[in-house]
């Protein structure tokens, strides 16, 4: 078994940001241990010190990007409107950043390994699962707040559409991967926010 050495952070770091990197770009099955210690500029020695296998490295990156969603989503500048619905608006408009210069810039790990390993991992879907219901459920707690200011009476779940969003938000991602405009990410949830406001409003 490979030692969970503490010694050295930045080398396990590294060799995470690699394969998040390369599962986004290449895919997981596509990815060997070699092309992610060139990436990170280690040797397989190194690689071993911190993982003991390729799929070790996977379930890591998998829970370091899940982290990273919700530390960026916890600390986020909307939070500080006072208006549930402008927090919203702030929300949505966080997502469009992250997807063009933050965490998701790259694409989504979450969704990209849920495609290839979801019925032959089920660790992997278990984990993936637990990542979108978390994202989601971030997006819940404001849509609930906006829904008893705005529209009390309403008959939809909170839940439910804050799914729908991470759906939104995956399938324009995969999407953005076949369309050379820029814009067409920031169209999709555009789109959503158009649905959103038209529930509350």
């Not at 990170?40 to 390729?54: E, I, L, M, P, Q």
């Not at 997502?95 to 032959?120: D, F, K, P, W, Y």
């Not at 309403?154 to 729908?164: F, V």
Request: aromatic letters at 10%; proline letters at 3%; hydrophobic letters at 50%.
């Amino acid at each position: 078994m490979a030692r969970r050495a503490a010694e050295h952070p930045v080398v396990r770091q590294r060799l995470l940001d690699a394969a998040r990197e390369l599962f986004v770009r290449d895919g997981f099955a596509a990815t060997g241990v070699a092309e992610i210690c060139a990436a990170a500029g280690v040797t397989k020695g190194s690689f071993f010190h911190y993982f003991d296998s390729k799929d070790a490295i996977g379930a890591a990156a998998l829970m370091s990007f899940g982290a990273d969603l919700g530390a960026a989503f916890a600390t986020a500048p909307f939070h500080a409107q006072p208006d549930p619905l402008r927090r919203i608006d702030g929300y949505i408009d966080f997502t469009i950043e992250m997807c063009r210069s933050s965490v998701l810039r790259q694409g989504c790990l979450v969704g990209m390994l849920a495609q290839e390993l979801a019925v032959t991992e089920p660790l992997i879907r278990e984990r993936c699962h637990a990542i979108f219901t978390g994202w989601a459920e971030s997006l819940a707690e404001l849509l609930s707040a906006a829904k008893t200011a705005y529209a009390p009476g309403a008959a939809w779940d909170a839940h439910g559409l804050a799914m729908h969003f991470v759906a939104v938000v995956e399938g324009a991602l995969l999407l953005a991967k076949t369309d050379s405009n820029s814009l067409s990410l920031a169209n999709q949830l555009e789109y959503f926010r158009s649905y959103m406001h038209y529930l509350l409003t």
